[in-house]
Nanobody
Framework: QVQLVESGGGLVQAGDSLRLSCAVS????????MGWFRQAPGKEREFVAA????????YYADSVKGRFTISRDNAKNTVYLQMNSLKPEDSAVYYC?????????????????????WGQGTQVTVSS
C-alpha cells in the first residue's frame, strides 16, 4: 500500500519560512516524479511545484517562483518544499503527490491527473 505523509506545516507570520516534507512508503520512489499542490478554502487545488525523479528538472507556479524550492532525497524516500518569504496568500492545505515510474529522469508533471498517489495534506497558515 502506497503512503505519502506530509509534515512541516504550521502557523507563521508573513516573511517567515517553512519546510514541508513528504515521506513516501510502499513503492519505488526513486523513479517517480513528485509534485506539490495546494488548496485554499473555497478554491480549487492548484499546482505549486514539481520535480523529476533525478532531481535534474524542477518547475514552479509563477506565484511561488523565486520563493519556493522543491527538492528530493531518494535515499530517504522524501521530497521537500522549502518555502521562503511566505505571504498570507500562501495559506492553504499543501499536498504532495507521486507519479508513476518514469524511464526518463527529466520528466515532471504539472497536472493533477498525471499523479497517481496523494498525501492527506498539511496546513500552512500565514498571518499578516
Amino acid at each position: 500500500q502506497v503512503q505519502l505523509v506530509e509534515s512541516g506545516g504550521g502557523l507563521v507570520q508573513a516573511g517567515d519560512s517553512l519546510r514541508l516534507s513528504c515521506a513516501v512508503s510502499g513503492r519505488t520512489f526513486s523513479r517517480s516524479p513528485m509534485g506539490w499542490f495546494r488548496q485554499a478554502p473555497g478554491k480549487e487545488r492548484e499546482f505549486v511545484a514539481a520535480i523529476s525523479w533525478s532531481g535534474v528538472n524542477t518547475y514552479y507556479a509563477d506565484s511561488v517562483k523565486g520563493r519556493f524550492t522543491i527538492s528530493r532525497d531518494n535515499a530517504k524516500n522524501t521530497v521537500y518544499l522549502q518555502m521562503n518569504s511566505l505571504k498570507p496568500e500562501d495559506s492553504a492545505v499543501y499536498y504532495c503527490a507521486a507519479g508513476h515510474t518514469e524511464y526518463s529522469g527529466r520528466v515532471y508533471y504539472t497536472g493533477e491527473y498525471e499523479y497517481d498517489y496523494w498525501g492527506q495534506g498539511t496546513q500552512v497558515t500565514v498571518s499578516s
